[in-house]
């Protein structure tokens, strides 16, 4: 993108570029030069200069010009000092506890389930490249909060494979929570080139870079119930068919579970793929319906309600984020170890997939219903045909896998969560200091 912008344009031009200037001003200027002393002060600067920029900039490490990213830009890493972070953000604090990287971690789940294996007294390091697809100054308050507690998120994208093997070099991570992603699902028909670098060719290198780490981490990571797409059959389980795609979005998470299935068959990587069912809760996503219809409903801006054939219902599994938390946690708890080493595969690894729900689908109006009651406001409705753009009907988790393998068991109903993320939206959003989108 346009912000992409080379630390070399930062650097002076060379001696040999001023020789080129024929302007008569130049000339006198040259003459000017020619006394050994200010020969001597503009190679001072000139060497001063390289110098700024190599201590500047240890290991800078631009990334592939790619019009179909946002944001892409060149992150600055490496050095003693930033070692010395990255080590002790990840440090273990608790006696049992693990070390995780959380890719995403600027994001909304990944902030959660950051903050939760720290307060536990896990070791975590972030990274995020803070791209632009929704606000990044949101991303930024959540990077805040986790500094707070401890947390350093490395600016940096999946897809760097330097960045990557520097930090299994630094810590020996025993986990990996995998959540950065291109998500939505509407967005794929604007710029689907973003879901391919993120959600395929970025999760490939990270794994191209779990596999050759000693010791090979355990790696849970995000796919989405999505991957049900056209689906009829409800409850959705973990054994039903995944074929029928409904958008871009859901067909790169699907060549995730496959991809995944691949390194854990040849490499003896430890996957779990967990597919979560719409999550909302405070510091949440500004493109989900639920915050923009709140935001929406504030400013007495009429908002869509999108109804499928024959007046039909359009409701969703709401998944509250403190009980996606717990199944993250109790994922990576019960994750056994990759069995590689040095790239080869020693035995059979664990590969798992769980629906991450709430079992209780919502329809989208009863949703409106309830944000109107805690905003005290009535919304202007807007009753919409469900348009072919990659939205399903419906989205309904059977949970009963998840619930006996990871004793997962959500525990917080639409109201309840929906009145935590509304107090938490006007307080974050107060007095009309931030504006929400
Ligand atoms: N929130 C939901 O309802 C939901 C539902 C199903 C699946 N998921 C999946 O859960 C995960 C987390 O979702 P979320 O709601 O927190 O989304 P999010 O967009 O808030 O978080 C994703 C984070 O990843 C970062 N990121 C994206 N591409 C990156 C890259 N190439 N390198 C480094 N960082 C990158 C983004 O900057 C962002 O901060 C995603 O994989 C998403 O697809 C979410």
């Not at 639920?290 to 935001?295: C, N």
Request: hydrophobic share 40%; glycine share 8%.
């Amino acid at each position: 993108m346009s912000k992409q912008m080379s630390h070399l344009d930062n650097i002076p031009s060379t001696p040999g570029k001023f020789k080129m200037d024929k302007s008569p001003y130049i000339h006198n200027r040259l003459r000017w030069h020619s006394s050994l002393a200010k020969l001597t002060f503009w190679s001072f600067m000139f060497l001063g200069l390289i110098l700024i920029f190599f201590f500047r900039s240890p290991s800078s490490n631009p990334l592939p010009q790619d019009p179909s990213r946002r944001s892409l830009r060149t992150y600055n890493w490496g050095g003693p000092a930033w070692e010395k972070r990255v080590r002790s953000s990840a440090r273990i604090r608790s006696r049992n506890g693990i070390s995780v990287l959380v890719t995403g971690a600027a994001g909304f789940v990944g902030t959660h389930v950051s903050a939760a294996l720290k307060r536990r007294g896990d070791g975590v390091l972030g990274l995020d490249n803070f791209n632009d697809y929704y606000d990044p100054s949101l991303k930024r308050a959540r990077q805040a909060l986790l500094e707070r507690s401890g947390i350093f998120i490395v600016e940096g994208d999946i897809n760097d494979s330097a960045l990557l093997r520097k930090l299994f070099e630094v810590v020996a991570f025993t986990h990996v929570m995998h959540l950065a992603a291109q998500a939505g699902v509407r967005y794929a028909m604007e710029n689907p080139g973003s879901y391919v670098h993120s959600n395929i060719a970025g999760f490939v290198n990270l794994l191209e870079v779990c596999k050759s780490a000693n010791p090979q981490p355990a790696i849970v990571w995000a796919s989405s119930s999505s991957v049900y797409g056209l689906n009829t059959k409800v409850p959705f389980s973990e054994r039903d068919r995944t074929d029928q795609p409904a958008s871009l979005y859901a067909a790169t998470k699907k060549a995730g579970e496959e991809i995944a299935h691949t390194y854990n068959h040849i490499y003896g990587l430890s996957l779990t793929g967990l597919r979560f069912f719409t999550v909302y809760g405070p510091w949440g996503r500004p493109d989900m319906a639920y915050f923009f219809f709140t935001r929406d409903i504030l400013k007495g801006k009429s908002i869509s309600i999108f109804e499928a054939a024959n007046h039909g219902t359009v409701a969703r599994d709401f998944t509250y984020i403190d009980d996606i938390v717990k199944g993250c946690l109790a994922a990576l708890d019960t994750a056994e170890k990759s069995t590689g080493s040095g790239g080869k595969k020693k035995g059979p690894a664990q590969l798992r997939v769980f629906n991450l729900g709430n079992t209780s689908p919502v329809p989208v109006s009863d949703l409106v219903s309830i944000l109107e009651r805690l905003l005290k406001v009535n919304a202007k409705r807007n009753i919409m045909k469900l348009p072919r753009n990659g939205d399903v009907q419906f989205t309904h988790a059977n949970i009963s896998l998840a619930q006996r393998e990871l004793g997962y068991k959500p525990s917080t109903d639409l109201q309840t969560g929906l009145k935590k993320f509304v107090r938490w939206y006007l307080s974050y959003y107060s007095g009309g200091k931030k504006a929400a989108g």
